[in-house]
DNA sequence: GCCCGGCTGTTATCCAGATCACAGCGGGTG
DNA sequence: CACCCGCTGTGATCTGGATAACAGCCGGGC
């Protein structure tokens, strides 16, 4: 049994979900409001607490701490386990500055920078180390998770010396692509890519100018598919 | 004849690719050249440049330049358009510096923010307005794509001010799951998902504890494709 | 001049993930 | 007590995207 990449990360989403839930003092819910509250189908949001392992009643719903509990097991990393940040730039502080408050769980445990003068800053409570004591830090504390923040054409070698020193899973920023070995897990956020891709869908039904066919040129076009169940 | 998303963010890597290379001084190219450097097999580059209208042939490949030429056509946005930001928090301040230098045809032309303190500034280039201008901005010069950096708990009602106010598509960055008219594009970007997707995936191959099932959990297990041709 | 090899363009096939559909249940109602 | 309603759990089906497969072409070698 293996679960998929996408259902992961709905459960994720789901769990956020439902600790803002939590908070408010709900404690049953069911998997149509779910649905409603990430924009899902019921039965996609049954199928994933299905295959999670969690089970509700007919009547009363899922009970929200259970499932809750059940996420935790599922998702939460091992207790001193972490995320390793390489680059402290303008992207790395954003992300520094959002785990500082928000996970609990997923800390970033270092964080190197090959600047001299980011180095030994403190940023959102996390101490900037240089770049060549990677290897040192990770032997004596190993991490599961690299996140590179770094520019593109230092992504490869960072990311191997990553998976050297014991790093198994990557969220890669950077607009390279990364070749590792197999069994290393690569998450790639390509903000420049999306921006474009947002940007040709927002023009996608003006029609385009036809330069270089000879034919006429196709006018590409894309809904955003209704996510609902059709009831 | 539409383009999936999928192949849209593929072709703005391909010309990232491209570009480098056209620098370099390379004339043509092969779509397995195209297909190694970004982790692809080459039928799918093929596949994808022959939708996108492109032609090569079978001795040479494919020229360079129309290849960009034809990117171009189909990804850069009419002259006057760009983006607009709200929220230069740290990741609004990422984004401004990253598109400031990078994108040439993609800007960010509005740069907005609830806190007094921040409107005024001029971040990478763009002066940040206070948020109430956003419609009057907006009325004036109409920018197609919005990107959210803004809290999660007003997401939502940006995000149909910026419809109101003629945005066609938005990339989210927040945790909020956005319910907009049909028509208009949305591009996710969860990056505390992400960060949790890959967390799991890097422990997916250790024993889980088994708390709450009766029954012996499933060991999740995830391997990275193989994502090259057979031959 | 003829064959061979490799690359393009395109069709056919496959697959994962999402959707649909429905059996089963359990409590509420009259 | 019998019926009904709505929700869970889950097999069946659908679909879009990726992969595989191959016909056609062209230039180079012999």
Not at 157 to 170: C, K, N, P, Q
């Amino acid at each position: 049994m293996r679960f998929s990449e996408p259902m992961v990360e709905r459960l994720a989403t789901y769990r956020r979900t439902l600790r803002r839930w939590q908070r408010e003092g709900r404690e049953r819910t069911f998997s149509r409001e779910l649905a409603d509250a990430l924009g899902l189908s019921a039965a996609q949001v049954r199928r994933d607490l299905m295959l999670a392992g969690c089970s509700g009643s007919s009547t009363q719903g899922y009970p929200v701490d259970a499932l809750l509990d059940r996420f935790s097991t599922l998702l939460d990393p091992p207790e001193d386990d972490g995320l390793c940040l390489c680059g402290v730039g303008h992207l790395g502080r954003a992300l520094l500055s959002y785990l500082g408050r928000r996970q609990p769980k997923l800390r970033v445990r270092a964080a190197f920078d090959s600047d001299p003068a980011t180095c030994g800053q403190s940023v959102g409570g996390v101490a900037v180390l240089p770049e060549e004591q990677l290897e040192s830090v990770l032997a004596k504390h190993p991490l599961s998770v690299g996140v590179l923040a770094v520019p593109a054409s230092a992504a490869q070698h960072l990311a191997e010396r990553l998976v050297r020193a014991g790093v198994r899973a990557i969220v890669n920023f950077t607009a390279a692509s990364l070749r590792l070995p197999h069994g290393v897990f690569v998450e790639d956020i390509d903000i420049g890519a999306s921006l474009e891709k947002a940007a040709f869908f927002a023009q996608a039904r003006r029609p385009h100018p036809v330069p270089p066919a000879p034919e006429s040129v196709p006018v590409p076009v894309s809904e955003s598919p209704p996510r609902h169940e059709a009831s």
